[in-house]
């Protein structure tokens, strides 16, 4: 597995560049999974649904199976959050990870930047950002620049540039 995060600024569009480089990514005949941090309090459960009556009960894990998918809740109630290293190590092997925030950790990421934000580029203080996808050209030193629509080019950056799963694993830490 070969991994590589893309980092940005909440509102940047680094949800819908992963929604253009996975299919492009699989086209190319790569398998492809995804790791995106949550800021805020999500859920993918709701009352009424049996999953929700096991979890709100007390139970520390719920799988919810079915012939097209199954799904692994893991209640936390008041364990520290998975770090990154935890969290690679549940998946399933595949050609590459793509992971979306976690812009502290030292894996190399693509800055995802929308210039309409008004937020500055983190690349200049981030030496782990090896290119820089954005919405109007910007003279980036060093670094290769797309615009945020090049699936194809921030694809080809992608496999370029992710690093094996055992190279990030041992520089994050336990």
Request: glycine share 8%; hydrophobic share 40%.
């Given at each position: 597995m070969r991994v590589i995060g893309l980092a940005g600024w909440s509102g940047a569009g680094k949800t819908t560049l992963i929604s253009r480089l996975i299919p492009e990514l699989t086209r190319r005949g790569y398998s492809v999974s995804t790791i995106k941090h949550a800021h805020h309090k999500f859920d993918v459960d709701y009352p009424g649904k049996d999953s929700y009556v096991h979890r709100t009960?007390?139970?520390?894990?719920v799988l919810v199976a079915s012939g097209e998918r199954f799904a692994l809740m893991h209640e936390l109630r008041g364990a520290p959050e998975p770090d990154l290293k935890h969290l690679l190590g549940l998946l399933s092997p595949v050609d590459f990870v793509l992971v979306e925030g976690y812009k502290p950790e030292p894996l190399v990421k693509i800055e995802v930047h929308r210039?309409?934000?008004?937020?500055a580029f983190i690349y200049p203080d981030d030496p782990t950002v090896i290119g820089v996808a954005t919405d109007a050209p910007h003279e980036v030193s060093g670094l290769p620049t797309f615009h945020l629509e090049d699936a194809v080019k921030i694809a080809d950056c992608v496999e370029a540039h992710a690093i094996p799963v055992d190279r990030l694993m041992s520089s994050l830490s336990s």
């Amino acid at each position: 597995m070969r991994v590589i995060g893309l980092a940005g600024w909440s509102g940047a569009g680094k949800t819908t560049l992963i929604s253009r480089l996975i299919p492009e990514l699989t086209r190319r005949g790569y398998s492809v999974s995804t790791i995106k941090h949550a800021h805020h309090k999500f859920d993918v459960d709701y009352p009424g649904k049996d999953s929700y009556v096991h979890r709100t009960s007390g139970a520390r894990e719920v799988l919810v199976a079915s012939g097209e998918r199954f799904a692994l809740m893991h209640e936390l109630r008041g364990a520290p959050e998975p770090d990154l290293k935890h969290l690679l190590g549940l998946l399933s092997p595949v050609d590459f990870v793509l992971v979306e925030g976690y812009k502290p950790e030292p894996l190399v990421k693509i800055e995802v930047h929308r210039t309409e934000n008004g937020k500055a580029f983190i690349y200049p203080d981030d030496p782990t950002v090896i290119g820089v996808a954005t919405d109007a050209p910007h003279e980036v030193s060093g670094l290769p620049t797309f615009h945020l629509e090049d699936a194809v080019k921030i694809a080809d950056c992608v496999e370029a540039h992710a690093i094996p799963v055992d190279r990030l694993m041992s520089s994050l830490s336990s």
